[in-house]
């Protein structure tokens, strides 16, 4: 089974298997993504694991709870090559640190920060789903559809339950991203879930179109 | 007036309490938030520039109607979200509210003792714009220019990492991007792991500022002997110059690419790609190379494949591949003698 509940399902999971954390308020709501970062390991639910993730700010030395996860499962290659690429941008998101909320955003899933005169590329914010996203696309992967079209509306009760307390600062929304009263489509943790729990040939031949209610796995 | 709270003078349970995301709907206000700690304790949260200051406040007399008064216009008053409007605030209700400040997120605190709030911090009047409470880039540039290398370091560490999300005029970037690149030089080797993020925004921000014929200024950045992470942010700034600015015509910058060259040839070896460091910088190398429209990308390229590591010989190809997306979706046109050089690249790649 590609994705599970892991308290249905306790699994040995491998480096960069995407694991989920579920709200404590909402059943079932994915918040967040992470890639595993340790090898073949046994995982049940709540248990806490190492892992790679946008938090924010991206920390490759951290650890979860892990409730749900899923894989494709990747090859060594292709795990070999995500590591090299977490390398080449890690200088970017551990700057952050400081600022927490600095290099986070919400829509687009990532972002490109450029030198407004030459064009050249500073660094790139994400989001949790952008991030396992991206490592993804690194290795030629393309989990989820996440042009604007393709996505489902997401009104703000819903953002709420992933995004606690933004909603009440107007500078934190136009700086992650979100701009007017909603509904809006955004990509959101849930949907990377749904997007792996498809088998590997289905993975590979097409990016996932999320639905409604894809937000809970 | 209580003494001010310095971040490690904060015990845990309200440094929980100021960040707890179980309290974040307990904030209320916009730009400028309060929450009540206790009957005789607030918090305030102001957008000061691009930072986000906490203060503690603790309620001190018995006068009610005081209290009663300041009770009602400190939100009021901390709706106009300026930093001048919050020192005036705390001179008008000091009296009433010993506001103190909980540096949180912030730099070091002050030494000196406060006796206001005014004084408690050392910030210039005026840097701010006090109709957005922001910085303005020029205001920014200026004291990033202004600030003594050494002896305002905390400070000038601080604004480096807040430059990154600006944009400067071309007058200003062609001033930032040395000073910059020299703070980065001056503290690569710094022991204070707070420096080294600080050393890489500095490099990114500064490179980025570059037009292709300054891109020698990376060059001491380069230099072995050094932390290898500055040289990896470094060459991966130099390709990112090129990508944003493609060449005019193929060998355009010999010497820098043949520093290039170097660090290329010796990192691509089986033993050395084992490494997840030296593959990224070996990556970024070859890339580099491709970027800069260098004659030498063929001879490299064809390394890469008697190496005979698939994953990193399919890496390569995939990144000059996208460096070909980035190129052909330019609306400048790149010469064709480059796209050419860099097909012959990728195909070369791809035949493996």
């Known amino acids: 089974m590609p994705a599970f509940d892991l308290a249905e399902h306790p699994s040995a999971l491998s480096r960069f298997d995407v694991l989920g954390v579920h709200s404590e308020q909402v059943a079932r709501f994915v918040e967040h993504v992470a890639l595993l970062n340790s090898d073949n390991r046994k995982v049940n639910y709540g248990d806490t694991v190492d892992v790679v993730h946008m938090k924010p700010p991206l920390r490759t030395d951290d650890s979860l709870c892990a409730h749900v996860a899923g894989r494709i499962p990747l090859t060594n290659d292709q795990i070999n090559s995500i590591k090299a690429w977490i ?28 030198d ?33 079209e393709a996505l489902p509306e997401v009104p703000q009760q819903t953002l709420e339950a992933a995004y606690p307390g933004v909603f009440q600062n107007p500078d934190l929304l136009d700086r992650f991203g979100l701009q007017g009263n909603g509904p809006w489509r955004v990509v959101l943790a849930g949907y990377v879930l749904h997007a792996l729990d498809r088998s590997r040939d289905e993975i590979r031949a097409e990016p996932y179109l999320a639905q409604g209610g894809d937000e809970l796995f | ?109 002050p030494d000196a003792e406060p006796q206001s709030c005014e004084a408690a911090r050392d910030d210039q009047p005026g840097i701010l714009d ?17 600030l003594d290398i050494e002896n ?17 005029t071309p007058d200003k970037s062609a001033q930032l991007a040395p000073r910059l690149l020299e703070v980065a030089t001056q503290y690569r080797e710094s022991n204070d792991s707070q420096d080294a993020p600080v050393v890489w925004s500095a490099i990114r921000t500064g490179a980025s500022m570059l037009r292709p014929n300054e891109a020698s200024r990376l060059l001491a950045l380069f230099e072995p002997g050094h932390p290898i992470e500055t040289s990896l942010v470094a060459l991966k700034m130099l390709g990112r110059i090129f990508e944003a600015q493609p060449p005019e015509r193929p060998d355009q910058h010999t010497d820098l690419a043949g520093e290039v060259r170097g660090i290329a040839e010796s990192l691509l070896n089986p033993y050395a790609i084992a490494s997840s460091q030296s593959a990224a910088m070996a990556q970024l190398a070859v890339c580099t190379l491709a970027a800069m429209a260098s004659n030498e990308t063929l001879h490299i390229v064809r390394a890469v494949r008697r190496m005979g590591v698939s994953w990193f010989s399919q890496q390569i190809a995939r990144e ?6 980035s190129w052909n979706a330019r609306s400048v046109s790149v010469a064709p003698e480059i796209l050419d050089l860099l097909d012959r690249a990728v195909n070369e790649l791809q035949a493996i």
Request: proline letters at 4%.
């Open chain 2, 152 to 168: 305002d370091w905390p400070r000038l560490r601080e604004l480096i990492l807040t430059a990154e999300d600006f944009d400067f």
């Open chain 1, 87 to 114: 390398v080449t941008v890690d200088d970017e998101l551990r700057t952050q640190n400081a600022r927490r909320g600095k290099q986070y955003i919400i829509d687009p899933p990532w972002k490109d920060i450029c």
């Open chain 2, 130 to 146: 006090e109709i957005t409470g922001e910085w303005t880039s020029d205001r920014l540039a200026d004291e990033l220019l202004r």
């Open chain 1, 116 to 148: 407004e005169n030459t064009g050249a590329h500073r660094y790139r914010r994400y989001s949790c789903a952008g991030f396992v996203l991206d490592a993804h696309l690194r290795v030629d992967v393309s989990l989820l559809m996440i042009d604007k």
């Open chain 2, 1 to 109: 007036m209580p003494n001010p709270v310095k971040e490690h003078g904060l015990d845990s349970s309200l440094g929980e309490l100021f960040d707890s995301p179980q309290e974040t709907n307990l904030w209320t206000r916009q730009t400028c938030w309060t929450k009540d700690l206790a009957q005789d304790q607030k918090a305030f949260r102001i957008n000061k520039g691009r930072i986000v200051e906490t203060y503690y406040g603790l309620r001190k007399g018995t006068d009610e109607d005081a209290q009663s008064d300041a009770g009602r216009e400190i939100p009021q008053m901390l709706d106009k979200a300026s930093w001048d409007a919050f020192q005036a605030l705390c001179r008008r209700h000091a009296s009433v509210w010993g506001i103190a400040e909980a540096s949180l997120e912030t730099g070091p605190f």
């Open chain 2, 320 to 325: 000059l591949r996208e460096l070909q997306r």
